[in-house]
C-alpha cells in the first residue's frame, strides 16, 4: 500500500494567501503560464466537477490513506496563496516544505518538482500572480489515522527525499534531455505511472512501468517500451499524437486522469516538446508491468 498518492501539482497546504507584490515582467508571466500547462497545475487545482474557479483548489483526490482536497493556489489574500514570497514558493517545489518549514505530504509532488529549474520555478510564480484572485476557503483533508498526523511526513522525507536538481545527460541530445526533464520533473509522469512500496516511495527499479493503484485507485499503464506490457508497439508519431489528441494507435481515446492530462496539459505543449517526451520514453529501457 501507497503511503499517499502524488496525482498532479498538489500544493497540500491549507489556507495560506498571497501578499501583494511587483507585477512581474511580461516575458516571466508568459514562460510561467507554459510551466503552469507543463506541471499539469490546472487539472489538479481546479474543482472542474464542482464548478469551481480555476486554480481556486477543491478538487478531491482520493487515496488509500483517506482523501486530499487540492488547495487554492491564486493570489487571494485571505483563502490563497497569501503571505507566500517567491523564496517561499521555491522552497515548496524544491524541498517540499511551506513557509514555517513543516514538511508537505508527498501527495504533493515535490519528489519530481525538486528538479525543476530556478527560471522555471520564479516564471511559474510570476504567472500565478497575475490570475485572478479567488475567494474559496480550502478544505481540510480527510485522512484515517495514523496518516492525518503532519509529523509523519517528517519522517516520510528522512526516508525517501533528498533535494536534487536535474542535471542534463552530456552523453544524450538536447532533444533527449528536453524530454527528460519533461517526463522526470516538470510533468511529474512517474508520480502516476509508476508502482510505490507500502509507505509511497516510487519503485525506482520500475519507473514508468505502470502503477496498479493509481489516482482514485485506477490502475495506470506501463509507459516503458515493452513489447507486451508496455508501448513498445507505438512510434515517436504515435506517442506524440496521443499526448496532442488523445487518441490512441488503434483508435481508441484516453480516459479517467489522462483525459485531464491531456486536456489541460500535454495538449497545449509545443510540438518541439511533445516530441522531446516521446524520444525520451522510447529510449527508455523496456520492464514488464506490475
Not at 6 to 19: D, E, I, N, Q, R
Not at 67 to 78: A, E, K, Q
Not at 116 to 122: A, S, V
Request: net charge negative; aromatic share 10%.
Amino acid at each position: 500500500m501507497r503511503l499517499l498518492v502524488p496525482v498532479c501539482a498538489v500544493l497540500l497546504v491549507s489556507g495560506a494567501s498571497l501578499a501583494g507584490t511587483a507585477a512581474a515582467e511580461p516575458d516571466a508571466v508568459a514562460r510561467g503560464k507554459y510551466v503552469l500547462r507543463a506541471a499539469g497545475c490546472v487539472a489538479c487545482h481546479t474543482d472542474e466537477k464542482g464548478g469551481g474557479t480555476v486554480l481556486a483548489g477543491g478538487r478531491a483526490l482520493e487515496t488509500p490513506f483517506g482523501t486530499f482536497y487540492t488547495p487554492n493556489i491564486t493570489p487571494d489574500p485571505g483563502a490563497g496563496l497569501g503571505g507566500w514570497t517567491e523564496a517561499d514558493f521555491l522552497q515548496a517545489l524544491s524541498q517540499g516544505r511551506d513557509p514555517q518549514g513543516r514538511p508537505y505530504y508527498p501527495a504533493f509532488p515535490y519528489t519530481s518538482y525538486r528538479g525543476m529549474t530556478e527560471q522555471d520555478m520564479r516564471d511559474l510564480w510570476a504567472y500565478l500572480q497575475s490570475v485572478p484572485p479567488a475567494d474559496r476557503a480550502n478544505k481540510p483533508h480527510e485522512l484515517g489515522f495514523p496518516y492525518g498526523l503532519r509529523f509523519l511526513a517528517t519522517v516520510w522525507q528522512w526516508l525517501y527525499f533528498e533535494p536534487a536538481p536535474f542535471r542534463p545527460n552530456p552523453d544524450r541530445s538536447d532533444v533527449w534531455n528536453r524530454g527528460a526533464y519533461l517526463v522526470r520533473h516538470l510533468g511529474h509522469c512517474a508520480e502516476c505511472h509508476s508502482p510505490r512500496g507500502r509507505l509511497g516511495a516510487l519503485d525506482g527499479g520500475r519507473e514508468l512501468a505502470g502503477n496498479p493503484e493509481g489516482p482514485d485507485g485506477k490502475k495506470v499503464p506501463n509507459i516503458t517500451p515493452h513489447a507486451k506490457d508496455g508501448i513498445g508497439g507505438w512510434s515517436k508519431t504515435d506517442i506524440a499524437f496521443f499526448l496532442k489528441t488523445g487518441f490512441l494507435p488503434d483508435g481508441d481515446v484516453a480516459g479517467g486522469a489522462m483525459e485531464d492530462v491531456i486536456r489541460e496539459s500535454t495538449s497545449r505543449l509545443s510540438d518541439e516538446d511533445r516530441a522531446a517526451i516521446a524520444a525520451y520514453v522510447q529510449s527508455l529501457s523496456p520492464v514488464p508491468g506490475p
